[in-house]
């Protein structure tokens, strides 16, 4: 039972943080302002993702379930955040991002020797061995997911829940192997975002964010779930195959994916901004925030599920690509003919 109390120092002290940095947050213009795209109400600081940082690695380190791993992991996290932090206050530019996470991603793989090496049998005639291109391939990973979750929050609420729901399913996966000290951490970061989400998803007491993580907080999470993923999927004893992770960050990859897709054959830069998320999607479709955030968060669950219950029974690896293949192809599909999904729902 003593694990619970640093869980709950870890959602207590993301709020306490939080509360503090709200103000020099509006002294220093790190504040979201609503304006094109973004319709919310007044200025909101964007300091949820200082406040987890700061919460994750005061219990961690008071805990210990970062004694052998605070020298690789913290730098890539203080570099991703304070790029994050000043991409939130002074709009960096899409190389400057790209450049920070990838030299992010090249520690904790020289450092912490964290890489994919090994994909599975995705074909069905063997294991997919990466050899030299296991460097370059683990960074477009990493870099992908932490642009995944950056583009996943933008609704009250949705990314943080969407990152709970998969922290604890690599946390459960990661007990199930026997890895007590990395499920420990995992979960103390999902009680420092359960935290953030205390004061940023809508209620029926709250009708509004308190705050939003920000690039900095969207950014760290993609990180930590690229690190997890890859250190579960390629340890020994393996937590899961590497296609189960995809399962389980399925949403992020579907969505991400997709949307760069239709804005390339609209002719379209991938990276720009726009209306054509999932949530965006299911907004104009009539759903509420909270209604879009709990769907959202449902369906993450859901597709986690079965690349854990195909993991559990044994269903061949290349089974679980073909189908996840086929999964986004109908994705794809569904989201290029939203036009049918508002007259469902209207």
């Known amino acids: 039972m003593e694990i619970i109390y640093w869980y709950f120092l870890a959602f207590v002290s993301t709020i306490f943080f939080i509360s503090m940095l709200s103000r020099p947050a509006k002294c220093l213009g790190l504040v979201d302002k609503p304006c ?110 932490m642009n995944a979750i950056n583009m996943l929050d933008g609704v009250d609420g949705l990314a943080g829940g969407v990152v709970i729901v998969e922290l604890i399913m690599f946390g459960g996966m990661a007990l199930l192997s026997a890895n007590k000290t990395e499920a420990a951490l995992i979960f103390l970061v999902a009680s420092a975002v359960l935290g953030f989400m205390a004061l940023n998803m809508r209620s029926p007491w709250r009708s509004k964010a308190e705050v939003f993580m920000g690039d900095a907080g969207s950014m760290m999470l993609g990180f930590l779930l690229a690190w997890f993923a890859i250190d579960l999927a390629e340890k020994t004893p393996k937590a899961f195959a590497p296609i189960t992770a995809v399962w389980i960050l399925g949403i992020p990859i579907l969505d991400t994916v997709s949307l760069m897709l239709r804005r390339m054959l609209k002719g379209k830069s991938p990276f720009s901004p726009g209306h054509d998320h999932l949530h965006h999607i299911l907004l104009r479709a009539g759903f509420t925030v909270p209604q879009t955030t709990l769907f959202i968060i449902s369906l993450t669950l859901a597709l986690g599920m079965v690349g854990i219950g195909a993991e559990i029974y044994n269903i061949h690896e290349y089974v679980m690509f073909y189908s996840f293949i086929l999964l986004s192809l109908v994705y794809f599909i569904g989201s290029s003919r939203e036009w049918k999904l508002k007259g469902l729902f209207r």
């Open 36 to 145: 094109g795209r973004k319709n919310h109400y007044g200025e909101v600081p964007l300091t949820g993702g200082l406040a987890m940082l700061l919460a994750i690695i005061l219990t961690a380190f008071l805990h210990g379930t970062l004694k052998n791993d605070a020298f690789v992991i913290l730098p890539a996290l203080l570099l991703i955040v304070l790029t994050g932090a000043c991409d939130d206050r002074f709009d960096l530019s899409a190389g400057t991002r790209f450049l920070s996470q990838a030299v992010a991603t090249l520690l904790i793989i020289y450092f912490g020797e964290v890489a994919l090496t090994d994909l599975g049998d995705l074909c069905g005639w063997g294991p997919v061995r990466l050899h030299g291109w296991s460097i370059p391939f683990t960074i477009f990973c990493a870099v992908g997911m």
